[in-house]
Antibody, heavy 118, light 107 residues
């Protein structure tokens, strides 16, 4: 059974960089897209971006200038960095898997709340 | 960017009701459309992919239809476990987008 697990600081100061890692367990990295999705408290879902096992990335245009997603196959994880955070970046951040042939996110992490506050 | 809308934003229904949620895209996404169910404090759960394919393990009372720019999610015989928020998501382009969500609550 595929498992995804987010890890990283729960509190980030404004103007600093948010960094999260998603550990991937019992899953192959090939043939799928590894994604990040966030959800501000009480609001809807926002797609942040995705990466393939070969390192090809796609980003939400509204976040593209601040986002970097990377992958480390040797450590079975992929990561998110979001620069210059503001209070508007406070959200639950989910890592997720998109099975390309399905075009749907079939596995999600449990989510981790990141608060941007001084 | 492709914008997604959903209607209604909130839907009050009773157990046993047939419920329909509509998702519209600002341009064609072919059949690259998924539906999710989310309960408070939990990650979303995939219900439907490619507009009309039922994800493994999802009850058959859930069904999806549509293509191009207009899609529907139907719950035939609402169950107590189905009160939740539902989201659509398009995968047609390299930049994916979610709809704003539809909350299904108890009438």
């Amino acid at each position: 059974q595929v498992q995804l697990r987010e890890s990283g600081p729960g509190l980030v100061k404004p103007s600093e960089t948010l960094s999260l890692t998603c550990g991937v367990y019992d899953a192959s990295f090939s043939g799928v897209y590894w994604s990040w999705v966030r959800q501000p408290p009480g609001k809807g879902l926002e797609w942040i971006g995705e990466i393939t096992y070969s390192g090809r990335t796609n980003y939400n245009p509204s976040l593209k200038s601040r986002v970097t997603i990377s992958i480390d196959l040797s450590k079975n994880h992929f990561s998110l960095r979001l620069n210059s955070v503001t209070a508007a970046d406070t959200a639950v951040y989910y890592c997720a898997r998109v099975y390309g042939a399905k075009g749907g996110i079939d596995y999600w992490g449990q989510g981790t709340l990141v608060t941007a506050s001084s | 960017d492709i914008q997604m809308t959903q209607s209604p934003s909130t839907l009050s229904a009773s157990v046993g009701d047939r419920v329909t949620i509509t998702c519209r895209a600002s341009q064609s996404v072919s059949n690259w459309l998924a539906w999710y169910q989310q309960k408070p404090g939990k990650a979303p759960k995939l219900l439907i992919y490619k507009a009309s394919s039922l994800e493994s393990g999802v009850p058959s009372r859930f069904s999806g239809s549509g293509s191009g720019t207009e899609f529907t999610l139907t719950i035939s015989g609402l169950q107590p476990d189905d009160f939740a928020t539902y989201y659509c998501q398009q995968f047609n382009t390299d930049s994916q987008t979610f709809g704003p969500g539809t909350k299904v609550d108890i009438k």
